[in-house]
């Protein structure tokens, strides 16, 4: 084979590469298997935010992190996620956890039971929003 | 919706107006009726976006807007996350949130400001309040002063409310490449639909 086949052949794969590379979404992560950059406890995340949204948000917002808390609500969400509410030591709002998917057991999930949730902080509303989580 | 820009600088960050405006849902919660003096709140409303292009059009739903009401202050507070926003196309999405919006770095969607209206809205009536609303639109991290037009309903007691608006990226910073031009509107309808109905 010439050598110039051979270059536009390696140009043209090179090509397919980066069009699939640019043309499929990434997807969302494995938060499991990701990097935790922050673990924090329930009540200091929504302090941070509800003190200084701005500045919490260039610290947290689409970082994984870790937050502990107590639970004070496990709900389903209009598309049937499980949400988890964790207590923010405040009575305006709280840390809302959506989980990616149904916990395998739920029964171990007591009201008033502390735990940890590792998720990706999406921002700040009524309550501080963490979205792709999971259940340590 | 809504020109807060007079009376801005007596609430000078957006997370007091949000407390102020939710400090009466406490008591709310416990509350047996429902009266103007309440503040309504909305954890469940929506916001659609819809974008005619020559080559496309494109719409996306957030259906997790959140929303505070005083109807006798005439206070509205609408907050939303832009990652929330959801599109048929995962590709599109996922542009939306990291070329267009940086929604990493502004995180959210805000308008705050005030309810104009000759007529109060009695939540003992039922029927339908054309209101002015007026105040400040912030997106991008950008904040413009907004009015426009909404529709207070009024139905056995329960409230709802939507407004119609263009938004113009150009107007929040939101740069579109050449190369999609003909992809993306220069103006973009944004309906918000809210409704204090449930949770």
């Known amino acids: 084979m010439k050598n110039s086949i051979k270059i536009i052949i390696g140009l043209a794969l090179v090509g397919v590469a980066v069009a699939y590379m640019l043309l499929t979404p990434k997807g969302e992560i494995n938060i499991t298997k990701a990097a935790t950059a922050h673990e924090l406890n329930a009540g200091a995340l929504y302090a941070a935010f509800s003190e200084d949204e701005t500045a919490a948000n260039a610290e947290y917002a689409g970082s994984v992190i870790e937050v502990k808390g107590i639970l004070t609500a496990v709900e389903k969400n209009d598309t049937d996620q499980f949400q988890l509410s964790l207590d923010a030591e405040d009575d305006l709002g709280a840390v809302v956890c959506t989980l990616t998917q149904a916990p395998a057991d739920l029964t171990n999930l007591e009201i008033g039971s502390s735990v940890t949730v590792k998720g990706i902080c999406t921002g700040y509303l009524f309550d501080v929003v963490i979205d792709q989580a999971v259940l340590l | ?199």
């Open chain 2, 1 to 199: 919706m809504l020109e807060w820009a007079s009376s801005i600088q007596a609430f000078p960050n957006q997370n007091y107006m949000s407390k102020l405006l939710l400090l009466p849902l406490v008591a709310l919660t416990f509350a047996c009726s429902l009266n103007a003096q309440e503040t309504l709140v909305s954890r469940t409303s929506t916001t659609t976006f819809y974008s005619h292009a020559p080559l496309e059009d494109i719409e996306a739903v957030n259906n997790r807007t959140t929303a505070a009401l005083n109807l006798e202050k005439g206070e509205i507070v609408v907050k939303m996350l832009i990652k929330h926003f959801e599109f048929e196309n995962a590709l599109m999405q996922e542009h939306f949130n990291e070329n267009y919006m940086e929604s990493e770095t502004y995180p959210s969607a805000l308008f705050k400001g005030t309810i104009v209206t000759e007529n109060p809205i009695d939540i003992n009536v039922d029927g339908d309040y054309e209101v002015e609303v007026k105040g400040t639109l912030t997106i991008h991290g950008v904040e413009q002063a907004h009015t426009g037009v909404a529709t207070i309903t009024v139905a056995d007691r329960q409230v709802s409310g939507k407004t119609v608006f263009i938004a113009r990226p150009k107007d929040f910073d939101i740069e579109i490449p050449t190369v999609v031009v003909r992809n993306i509107a220069e103006e973009i309808e944004v309906t918000t639909t809210l409704d204090f109905g449930s949770k």
